[in-house]
């Protein structure tokens, strides 16, 4: 099974480039997309008819803002998109699929602003997502998306000059470190502790050409998930968007019992 990642940034621009393309050439089982961009009305219309695949959204209330969309070609048994937090769920950052033997989490978590002004809001998702992550921490969870930290000096390429920028700050990195301790495994760090790999670039200084990244995207996943991990990449070469793709590939697949046919409906369920 092969699940992607990808935060394309604008859905329009990215359909508009390499999107297509690069589903039929990658063909993944479920690929999570953060930062869509567009409201309901929009992605229903031009993007949900994806041949082989269901399509589910949460848009968000704020046009052109933030949002995140699942294609998967197994059927969820159900779809959740609410944390409880007024605007994280305005905002539409999240989707949670319940599958037969799994549960998925695409995340695209808040930046907390170059100039730290949204820091605040940042923190108080991260900590609302903890009790909830710990509870279900024994079952088999992969939880990805833009998580909109670097972990560790090995997770971008200027770390001293970055020591107390957004995405890199003591407070966000324990974040992630908090969600370790409960349970949690960096994948891509697990299978290669010491490479330098990459999910974001800025746009200047022709960044991306010279990889000067940050590893700001994750698979997660829980301890009892982690045995079916068989690799994770990322897709540097693949533009559309500032950042690239990456995706995890599990020795599992996915129980899918009936066809495929399109899936409409935005979810504004409650995610916990």
């Known amino acids: ?61 704020r046009k052109g803002h933030s949002g995140v969309a699942v294609y998967t070609k197994a059927k969820p048994l159900a779809i959740e998109s609410r944390l ?46 903890f009790p909830v992550l710990q509870s279900i921490s024994n079952e088999l969870v992969i939880l990805t998306g833009d998580f909109n930290v ?46 330098k790999a990459y999910t974001w670039w800025s746009y200047a200084h022709e960044a991306r050409k010279h990889d000067i990244g940050w590893r700001i995207d994750y698979f997660f996943t829980t301890k009892s998930l982690h045995p079916f991990v068989q690799d994770i990449v990322m897709q540097r070469e693949v533009l559309g968007s500032d950042y690239g793709p990456l995706g995890i590939t599990l020795n599992k697949e996915l129980d899918i019992t009936e066809p495929v046919v399109y899936e409409r409906k935005q979810t504004q369920t409650s995610l916990f």
């Open 84 to 129: 409880g937090i007024e605007r994280f769920d305005d905002e539409g950052r999240c989707l949670k699929l319940q599958f037969n033997d799994f549960v998925l989490f695409n995340f695209y978590i808040p930046n907390g602003a170059r100039d730290k002004s949204n820091m605040g809001y940042k923190l108080e998702v991260y900590q609302k997502l």
């Open 150 to 195: 670097a972990h560790a000096e090995t997770d971008l390429t200027y770390p001293k000059q970055n020591h107390d920028n957004t995405m890199f700050t003591p407070a966000e990195r324990e974040q992630i470190t908090t969600l370790l301790n409960l349970g949690y495994i960096d994948a891509f760090r697990d299978k290669y502790p010491n490479k």
């Open 1 to 61: 099974m092969k699940v992607f990642s990808w935060n394309v940034n604008g859905i329009r621009s990215v359909f508009k480039t390499t999107f297509r393309e690069w589903l039929a050439a990658t063909d993944p089982d479920i690929v999570c997309l953060q930062e869509i961009k567009a409201d309901e009305a929009v992605v229903v219309r031009e993007y949900s008819e994806m041949d082989g695949y269901y399509a589910y959204f949460n848009c968000g209330g």
